[in-house]
Structures are given as C-alpha cells and as structure tokens.
C-alpha cells in the first residue's frame, strides 16, 4: 500500500511533469506576421518591429513565400530581410522559381522587408516568430524552481501550523454552554388576529 509521503511524491512528479510538458508546448508556438498576402494591397516595403522576450537574446525566425503569376509574364521576383540597410538574407528568382524562405536568429529591433514583384504577381510573404523558444531552458528551469519553492512553503506551513497548535492546551480553552430560559408552552402561542 502506498504511504501519504509517497502518494505526495507521485502527485509532485505529475505536477513537474505538466508545468514542463505544457511550457514547451507553449514555447515551441510561433506568431506569424504577414508581409504581403493574397487578397490584400501589395507592398514593397513593410518595416517589422521584433521586441525581445527576455533582455536581448536572438529569437528563431523563419520566412516563407510564394509568388503565383496572375497571367503570362517574365518578372523578377524575390525578398530582402535588411536592418539598417544592411541585408542580413535576401532571395532572387524569376517566375516558376520555387520560392527559397529563409530561416535563423534576429536579434531584437527594427527590421525591413521588401518584396520584388510586379502588378501581374501575387505574392505571399510570411515572417514567422518563435518569441518563447529563444527562453525555453530558462522557462523550465524557472517554472520548476517555482514548483519546489510552493511545495517548500507548503511543507513548512504544514509544520509550522501544527507546531503551533499543538502549543495551545486544551485546559486554557473552556466551552461554557448557557442554560437556554424555560418558556411557557402556552405563552408563547397567540390567537390569530382577525381582521374587522
């Protein structure tokens, strides 16, 4: 038979397990940010602003695109990814080329991305952010930290507590019971009042 230490144990390494688990479900999510898009006004040149989750550590990026002819033509086609005019990646083809993406690190900042293209093209650019996998580690080590710091503060006020009421004898604790008054069965009764 499993003892209560034991039981607690269990449900501890089912909680760690959890808080982990759900923590890199979340982490390994990405947010997207549409930079040009079927259906909507084409731009060269769209600014993109990645702010950093915990002080300045890269966060994982990946760009994908697609760019489909709406008729017969010969275009260039293709992206930059610049900050401070600097290209940090950048992709050229023609129509029919299949579209590289690009995927990596960006540091925290303002960033540019202009789209090649021609009225005759739709084109689909995509940046996607993974913001929490740059803090993964981190974040584990932070939420199981806090885990053994509550189970900590836990066991300790269980102590505590019982320590201390234990240090209250029951001899200065006296119940006192009152005598409740006597009534008179038939005093306390009333004809109904009947209205005239």
């Known amino acids: 038979m499993v003892n209560k230490l034991d039981k607690n144990k269990i449900i501890w390494f089912v909680a760690i397990i ?63 990814l610049t900050k401070d005019g600097e290209i940090i990646a950048s992709w050229r083809g023609t129509i029919g080329d299949s579209c590289d993406g690009w995927q990596g690190e960006l540091n925290p900042g303002d960033y540019v991305v202009n789209t090649i293209s021609s009225s005759s093209v739709e084109a689909t650019v995509v940046l996607y952010l993974s913001p929490f996998k740059a803090i993964q580690v981190t974040g584990h080590l932070l939420f199981t930290l806090t885990f053994f710091l509550i189970v900590g503060i836990e066991i300790i006020g269980k102590k505590y507590w019982s320590k201390q009421k234990k240090s209250k004898s029951d001899s200065d604790s006296k119940v006192v019971f009152e005598q409740a008054p006597a009534f008179d069965e038939e005093g306390i009764w009333q004809d109904p009042i009947k209205p005239i």
């Open 18 to 80: 959890f808080i982990n688990g759900l923590w890199a479900v979340i982490s390994d999510n990405e947010v997207s940010q549409s930079i040009n898009r079927s259906g909507a006004d084409f731009s060269e040149q769209r600014d993109v602003v990645i702010g950093g989750v915990l002080g300045d550590s890269s966060i994982p990026v990946r760009l994908e695109c697609n760019f489909i002819p709406m008729e017969e033509t010969v275009s260039e086609i293709g992206w930059d």
